[in-house]
């Protein structure tokens, strides 16, 4: 039984696209083969594909979306990861679960891993959800991050949010070579503390970008979710 292979849920999504070219070997799969609501799908696909380790980027991610709609966060971020952690003990497959900065308030910023942890919004609350089933299995990994297209999508960016957000095309090599140390617990993969402004500006310096406030959404956002990598930054020697 070849253990040595690596599965991605959500494998259509942002992260998981740009995974694939660190993991050319991977199994890439989405709604269609893996639905991660329906345990008898996904046990009958391991069944047939015997995999190591599961990566678990699937998850309903628009925040202003989620809001208004909890009951699918529940079934996707909720149920749906809790569905994979009790496919990962049937099968004795090591669970890699993609987590949110987010999970923290955003009152300090510079959170470690061991920091409490207190969501202020309606998305936040279904991944930390997620994050407590994992936790469940001691044959796993999360990671707290946060990333977001090469290109910055939209017209203006908040001046007053912090975070630790990189393109995804450096975030994806990140938490690639987190994958590949073959650790468990949890880890906070992300760049340095800057405003979500200064981090679109970055991704392109002659585009030109109108500054607005969190304070401005019907959603509530966290001010600082800027995360400390220091543990990350040791084990990997940078």
């Not at 630790?164 to 090599?173: A, F, L, N, P, Q």
Request: contains cysteine; neutral net charge; glycine residues 8%.
């Amino acid at each position: 039984m070849d253990r040595s292979k690596v599965l991605f849920t959500g494998g259509k999504g942002l992260l998981a696209t740009h995974l694939k070219k660190h993991f050319p070997e991977g199994v890439f799969v989405d709604i269609e083969d893996f639905d991660i609501t329906d345990n008898r799908q996904m046990d009958e696909f391991l069944s047939s594909n015997k995999v190591g380790t599961i990566v678990h980027c699937a998850a309903f991610t628009f925040v202003p979306k989620a809001e208004q709609n909890p009951g699918k966060l529940i079934d996707i971020n909720i149920v749906g990861t809790a569905n994979v952690v009790k496919i990962c003990i049937k099968h004795g497959i090591k669970l890699v679960y993609i987590s949110t900065d987010y999970v923290f308030d955003g009152k300090k910023g510079s959170y470690k891993e061991e920091d409490p942890v207190f969501p202020v919004n309606k998305y936040a609350w279904s991944k930390l959800g997620g994050e407590c089933a994992v936790r469940l299995y001691e044959n796993s990994l999360i990671i707290r991050t946060t990333f977001g297209p090469d290109v910055f999508p939209y017209e203006a960016a908040f001046i007053d949010q912090w975070t630790s957000r990189e393109g995804v095309t450096v975030m994806s090599k990140k938490i690639a070579d987190l994958i590949k140390k073959d650790v468990k617990g949890v880890f906070h993969v992300g760049g340095k503390r800057k405003t979500v402004f200064d981090y679109a500006k970055a991704l392109d310096p002659s585009k030109s970008i109108k500054t607005r406030s969190i304070n401005e959404l019907d959603v509530t956002l966290p001010k600082d979710t800027s995360l400390d990598t220091t543990k990350y930054d040791d084990l990997m020697g940078s």
